[in-house]
C-alpha cells in the first residue's frame, strides 16, 4: 500500500463498553452462587475496538459515541485516548456506561450478559453536532451497537459530502435502514449476512446468494468475512472474488471482524485500491487472532508489513467460477 501524502482520518461512530470477564470452574446456572477465579477488566465495544484497531495501524481516529457518569466512563475515556483515539465527540452521558459481564469457564464455554448503558443514549444530535469532522472524513466506520437513528444520520452527512462509508452490520439485527444498507463497503460475517439478506448462509454458495441479494440491495460491494476461511467479496459489478486467509496460529478470535474493518478503513482512507485493501484487512484480521483478548490483540503497522511480506499469496482477490 502507498503511504499518503497526509494521515487518512477515519471517524467511527459505535459503542464504548468495558468487559468484565469472569473466570470461573463452570458457568453458574440460575440460582447458584458459586467462587470464580479472578475478574479481568477490558476495553470493548465494537465502535471503540474498530476505533482503537485503526488508531494502531497509524490512522487520525475520532469516535462518536457516549459513555456514562459512573467510574467505568472515565476509565473508557482514558482508555481510547491512550490509545491515540480522538474523543473530543465521546459524551458523558448521566448514568451507567456500556458493560458486559462474561463468564469464562474451564471448559471454554461463556455466557453474556451486555448493557447498553450510554451507548443506547446516542442520539440524532450527538451525531449532528460532529458533522463537520464526518465530512473532513477520509471514511466513516459504522457497526450497529448504538441507536440505527443515530447511525443513518451520520451516514447521511457522509454520502452528502462524497465521504465513503463502511458499514459492519454487527451485531446480526433485521429491518435496518436502506439507506444505511446503501453502503459502499458492507462487512456481514456470515450470521449478519444471513440476518440481513434472509437467505441461509450454511456453505460457501449461501454466502455468495447473500451477498448478491445485498448488491441488490444497494451495497455498493459486499464482504463476507468467513473466519478462518477468510473472505469473499461481490464487487459493484456483481463479480464475485475470493481470498485465501493468511496462515497464523489462532489462538482467540475474539474481535477478528473488528480488526478487519479497522484495517480495511485504514488501508481504503490511505488511498489503497479494494483489492490491497481487502487484502491488508485480511492480514489485520489474521494477525488479531494470534492474541488474546480485543482491543489489546490489534496489531502495530508493522506486523501487517511483514505479514503481508511473509505471505505474498494470501488474502489475494480470485475470481470465483459461478
Ligand atoms: P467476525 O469476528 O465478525 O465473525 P470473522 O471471524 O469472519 O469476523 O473474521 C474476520 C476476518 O479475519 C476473516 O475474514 C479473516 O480474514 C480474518 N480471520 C479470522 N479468523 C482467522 C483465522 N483463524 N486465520 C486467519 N485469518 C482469520
Not at 456514562?68 to 482514558?78: H, I
Not at 490509545?83 to 452521558?93: D, E, S
Not at 458486559?100 to 449532528?128: F, K, R
Request: aromatic fraction near 2%.
Amino acid at each position: 500500500m502507498n503511504h499518503p501524502q497526509r494521515v487518512p482520518r477515519i471517524v467511527v461512530v459505535g459503542s464504548v463498553n468495558l468487559d468484565l470477564v469472569l473466570r470461573c470452574e463452570q458457568i453458574a446456572r440460575p440460582g447458584e452462587t458459586l467462587t470464580g477465579r479472578d475478574l479481568q477488566e477490558h476495553f470493548g465495544g465494537k465502535g471503540a475496538n474498530q476505533a482503537v484497531a485503526a488508531a494502531r495501524l497509524g490512522a487520525d481516529v475520532w469516535l462518536i459515541g457516549r459513555v456514562g457518569t459512573d467510574g467505568f466512563g472515565e476509565v473508557l475515556l482514558q482508555g481510547l485516548q491512550s490509545a491515540g483515539v480522538q474523543t473530543r465527540y465521546v459524551q458523558r452521558t448521566p448514568g451507567a456506561s456500556g458493560v458486559a459481564v462474561i463468564q469464562v469457564a474451564d471448559t471454554g464455554q461463556n455466557s453474556i450478559v451486555v448493557i447498553p448503558g450510554a451507548n443506547g443514549c446516542l442520539t440524532v444530535e450527538d451525531v449532528q453536532d460532529a458533522s463537520s469532522v464526518i465530512r473532513s472524513a477520509d471514511v466513516l466506520l459504522v457497526q450497529f451497537e448504538v441507536p440505527l437513528e443515530a447511525v443513518e444520520a451520520a451516514v447521511r452527512i457522509a454520502v452528502e459530502s462524497g465521504v465513503r462509508v463502511i458499514v459492519d452490520p454487527a451485531p446480526a439485527c433485521r429491518g435496518v435502514s436502506p439507506v444505511i444498507l446503501r453502503a459502499d463497503w458492507l462487512l456481514p460475517n456470515e450470521t449478519e449476512a444471513e440476518a440481513l439478506s434472509g437467505i441461509a448462509v450454511v456453505d460457501r454458495a449461501g454466502a455468495e446468494r447473500a451477498g448478491q441479494q445485498l448488491l441488490q440491495a444497494g451495497a455498493k460491494r459486499v464482504v463476507v468475512t468467513l473466519g478462518g476461511s477468510g473472505v469473499l467479496l461481490v464487487d459493484s459489478d456483481g463479480q464475485l472474488l475470493s481470498a485465501q486467509p493468511f496462515q497464523v496460529p489462532a489462538v482467540d478470535t475474539t474481535a477478528a471482524g473488528d480488526a478487519f474493518a479497522g484495517g480495511l478503513a485504514c488501508a481504503l482512507a490511505g488511498g489503497a485500491s479494494d483489492a490491497e485493501a481487502v487484502r491488508y484487512a485480511c492480514a489485520v484480521g489474521a494477525l488479531a487472532v494470534t492474541k488474546h483478548g480485543a482491543q489489546a490483540a490489534m496489531p502495530a503497522a508493522d506486523e501487517v508489513r511483514r505479514l503481508l511480506e511473509q505471505q505474498p499469496g494470501a488474502g489475494c482477490l480470485q475470481g470465483v467460477q459461478g
